[in-house]
Structures are given as C-alpha cells and as structure tokens.
C-alpha cells in the first residue's frame, strides 16, 4: 500500500510538471480550467478541453473521447493530446474532442466519495452542455471512455455501467482493485457479471499496463469471456528513448512507468488510438 501511494504521489508531481512544460505546444484548440455549473448540482465543474486543428462546429458532429485523471488529479493532458496528434498525423485516428474533467481526485469517479459527483457532473450534466456547445457527438458508437489509474479504474467502471453512452473503454495502468464478485473491492464493478453477453457485444476494452497490474480482472474477463486488448509496456529500459516519459528524469537508468504521458507516447500510445479509432463509427471523415 505504502509503496502504491509513493507510485501515484510520484505520478501527480511529475504530471504537474510535464503540464507546465508541455502548454501551447498543441496543434488543435487546447483549454484549460474551463467552468461549467451543473444546471442538476449547482456545482463548477472544472474541466480542460481539446478542439481537433480544424475544428468548426458546422463539420459536427465530432467523435468525443473523455479521460478521467488518477487519483492525485494530474492529467498530462497536453502530452497526451500531443500523442493523439501524432497519431492524427500519421493517420491512424480521425477527428477527436477530447475531454479532461478535473478536480475528482480520490473519488474512483463514482458519486457520492469525497462529496463529489463525478458520474453527474460528467454525465448527465457537462456532457449535454458540450453537444449543444461544441457538436460533441451524442452517438455512443462515437463515444470512448479512457482514464489514466484511478481513472483507468474509472474507465472500467463506467464503460460497464454505461452501455448507452460509450463503445470503447481504454484503462491506462490500472491497479489491482478491481472486480465484478467482491463488494468490499475498491473497484467493484458488478456490471461485469450482469450485464456479460451485452459487455461481450457492445463494449470494446483495452488494458495497457506500466507498473501496475490487473491480473485479476483480467481473469474475470477471461472467465467470462469477455474480450479485450491487452499490452504491457516493455520491461527493458532499452526500450526506451533517450528523453522518454518513461524515464525517471534524475535518474535515466530507471524507469518511471506509471504518468499518463508514458501511457500514450511511442508505439504502444499509437496503438492505443488505433484502437479507439477502429471502434468508431463514423459515417464520414471530418
């Protein structure tokens, strides 16, 4: 436990960080601290967001993707845009909003912890707001959940609970916590064992895993036949590039798996779009 919470610490200082260098470096139209009031809560809702290059309302509407923060609240969210951009080049995904909500830290993004709403704010409040505002899509075939370890968790969950507003989920390095048969789980996603054959059908996952791990999830899946893609990022630090988000700055000889930016760059973050564009519908390109 002492050792997770040293991994998740260390992941929120050095995204706060890879934030502060990485802002304005973004082709398409990047927003941050961006309020909403909930018109159901009456709460701020405090969330950045990302307009692809060329975005123009009339051309929606625009697939959405939303990406749920870890638990100390950073979010990379420029490095991973620059990823998504990457990709965008090299033709691998089309057209994106993408959305990074804020604030949730500790929350697993479920209502009622910490005081929060999560599931309200982002649902049935700002998600609303951004399809009449910016023509974000509300297609759930147009539709991806993704999150980044509390969020990754998040991901797993709300993909499951939510059958009628996304298609895919992507769980960036999420922990161990997770499971459909055991209520006292920090993750406990009973959706998993009610609704199987509809998760089986209408729900594309994708696990990519860095220093955590979700054996135990993923024999559930396996047990239930639920598929899924799966990735673990290299072991050998060769694999890695001088200057990598993997790297521990102070220290290139060892790595630092567990940050957002990590998640998302080289050839397995090109994967990772690959597969959320592959599970779009799109009728035709923007």
């Known amino acids: 436990m002492k050792r997770l919470t040293l991994i998740i610490l260390s992941a929120f200082f050095a995204c706060?960080?890879?934030?502060?260098?990485?802002?304005?470096?973004?082709?398409?139209?990047?927003?941050?601290?961006?309020?909403?009031?909930?018109p159901l809560s009456g709460d701020d809702i405090?969330?950045?967001?990302?307009?692809?290059?060329?975005?123009?309302?009339?051309?929606?509407?625009?697939?959405?993707?939303?990406?749920?923060?870890?638990?100390?609240?950073?979010?990379?969210?420029?490095?991973v845009m620059q990823s998504y951009e990457a990709a965008r080049k090299a033709g691998r995904i089309g057209n994106f909003i993408v959305v990074f909500p804020e604030k949730y830290g500790g929350?697993?993004?479920?209502?009622?912890?910490?005081?929060?709403r999560p599931e309200t704010n982002i649902l049935k409040e700002l998600l609303p707001y951004l399809e009449k505002q910016y023509a974000a899509t509300g297609d759930r075939r147009q539709r991806t959940i993704m999150g980044f370890s509390m969020g990754a968790a998040g991901s797993i969950y709300w993909g499951a609970k939510y059958l009628d507003?996304?298609?895919?989920?992507?769980?960036?390095?999420?922990?161990?916590?997770?499971?459909?048969?055991?209520?006292k789980a920090r993750n406990y996603v009973p959706e998993y064992g009610k609704k199987t054959e509809a998760i089986r059908k209408s729900l594309k996952?994708?696990?990519?895993?860095?220093?955590?791990?979700?054996?135990?999830?993923?024999?559930?899946?396996?047990?239930?036949?639920?598929?899924?893609?799966?990735?673990?990022?290299?072991?050998d630090i060769s694999a890695y590039p001088a200057g990598s988000s993997c790297l521990n700055r102070k220290d290139p000889t060892r790595k630092f798996l567990h940050n957002p930016a990590c998640m998302t760059e080289g050839k397995w973050g090109e994967q990772t779009w690959s597969f959320i564009e592959k599970g779009t519908h799109r009728k035709e390109k923007q």
């Open 107 to 116: 929350t697993v993004w479920r209502d009622g912890a910490k005081e929060k």
């Open 46 to 79: 405090i969330y950045t967001l990302y307009l692809p290059p060329g975005y123009h309302k009339e051309k929606g509407p625009y697939p959405l993707a939303i990406f749920l923060h870890g638990a100390g609240g950073g979010n990379s969210s420029s490095q």
């Open 205 to 235: 996952i994708r696990l990519v895993q860095g220093a955590l791990n979700t054996r135990n999830f993923r024999a559930s899946l396996d047990t239930l036949q639920i598929p899924y893609d799966y990735v673990q990022l290299p072991r």
């Open 165 to 183: 507003l996304f298609s895919t989920a992507v769980a960036l390095d999420a922990g161990g916590g997770t499971s459909f048969s055991d209520p």
């Open 16 to 38: 706060a960080a890879q934030a502060q260098r990485g802002a304005g470096v973004n082709e398409g139209n990047y927003q941050k601290n961006l309020t909403y009031k909930g």
